[in-house]
Nanobody, 122 residues
Framework: QLQASGGGLVQPGGSLRLSCATSGIIFSNRAWGWYRQAPGKQREWVAAITSGGSANLADSVKGRFTISRVNPKNTVYLQMNSLKPEDTAVYFC??????????????????WGQGTLVTVSS
């Protein structure tokens, strides 16, 4: 089970910290990622972190977002700073399908959970 939380309404330039708690899933030896889906658009990859803690970010969020993980808590985080209106989307987490890291960051699980809505607006 994947449970994303922490979204909300924030003004441009503001910050939010998203959490994704997992249960019933092997967490520590997998890479994990954050994805988002804006209204009317396809879901896109945003950030990923390896089992060893190395992070990769999409160009659109580099320098603004940070991904991290706490293995004992089976949780992955997304710190979002300097938010822009174009960051408005529902954010989801998922494990990264083995063999796709550094390529397409394909999600592993077909079930995404509810996601958490981030709205950036003045």
């Amino acid at each position: 089970q994947l449970q994303a939380s922490g979204g909300g309404l924030v003004q441009p330039g503001g910050s939010l910290r998203l959490s994704c708690a997992t249960s019933g899933i092997i967490f520590s030896n997998r890479a994990w990622g954050w994805y988002r889906q804006a209204p009317g658009k396809q879901r896109e990859w945003v950030a990923a972190i390896t089992s060893g803690g190395s992070a990769n970010l999409a160009d659109s969020v580099k320098g603004r977002f940070t991904i991290s993980r706490v293995n004992p808590k089976n949780t992955v985080y997304l710190q979002m700073n300097s938010l822009k209106p174009e960051d408005t989307a529902v954010y989801f987490c998922n494990a990264i399908r083995p063999g796709t890291y550094y390529k397409h960051y394909e999600p592993l699980f077909g079930s995404w959970g509810q996601g958490t809505l981030v709205t950036v607006s003045s």
